[in-house]
């Protein structure tokens, strides 16, 4: 909050020993470049209390990042979940130089070695950013990769509102009569719109055609 964004970077592990004084499950990790000068490359952290949670919520992980506006600049890679009353729970964070392949590796896998086993069944949802897709394989042999309706919708090349509306519609539909209902909806008023979204596999974005439920835990193996 007080003085230069060097001082604060150089506080970083100070700060997360503190941290882990009064939360003795705190995870962090932090690295630096090799030569004298250790600058700060990268680095990761979760609080205990939500390693203990996770296995209350539901069996689905958003994965998004966003920029830091700092003198740095840099990105923010972050986890959610989501309970089963909806509230939101930001599971880890790392701040990175870069959204590239190496960072999301580095951090999906301090993530996964701290939440869950590699073997556990469950879904990610993330925008159709390509090193995330190619991470998420990797790293989670058996996850269901999901895409963010809102993310599609923003991207649907079309400048009518009811088009979105209804495709996000037939995204959290749960029956074969809804979909069709408002797939038909979107043929008879923006068919190029409708082409841009067929474009994309179904079991990527509708709750109807995804393989495994987003809203509930089904025993340990996490299957419907």
């Not at 951090?107 to 701290?114: V, Y």
């Not at 797939?183 to 994309?200: E, K, R």
Request: net charge positive; glycine share 4%; charged share 20%.
């Amino acid at each position: 909050m007080r003085g230069s964004f060097q001082h604060a970077y150089q506080l970083l592990t100070s700060y997360f020993a503190e941290v882990r004084l009064v939360d003795p499950d705190f995870v962090f990790d932090i690295q630096t470049t090799s030569n004298k000068d250790k600058r700060f490359t990268r680095g990761f952290w979760c609080f205990g209390p939500l390693k203990k949670t996770y296995k209350l919520l539901r069996p689905v992980i958003v994965i998004d990042r966003t920029f830091l506006k700092g003198k740095y600049h840099g990105t923010l890679l972050t986890t959610i979940a989501i309970d089963l009353s909806n509230h939101i729970f930001l599971l880890a964070f790392s701040i990175t130089y870069s959204e590239t392949t190496e960072s999301w590796t580095y951090f999906l896998e301090i993530f996964g070695s701290n939440f869950h086993g590699y073997d556990t069944k469950f879904v990610v949802i993330s925008d159709r950013n390509p090193e995330i897709i190619n991470v998420a394989s990797k790293v989670f042999p058996f996850v269901i990769h999901t895409f963010c309706a809102f993310h599609i919708s923003n991207n649907i090349k079309t400048t009518l509102e009811s088009t979105r509306i209804a495709f996000r519609m037939a995204a959290e539909t749960l029956t074969s009569i809804n979909f069709n209902k408002h797939m038909n909806a979107i043929w008879n008023t923006d068919p190029v719109g409708l082409q841009y979204i067929l474009g994309i596999p179904k079991d990527t974005w509708s709750n109807l055609y995804i393989l495994m439920s987003r809203y509930v835990r089904c025993h340990s193996v996490l299957l419907n």
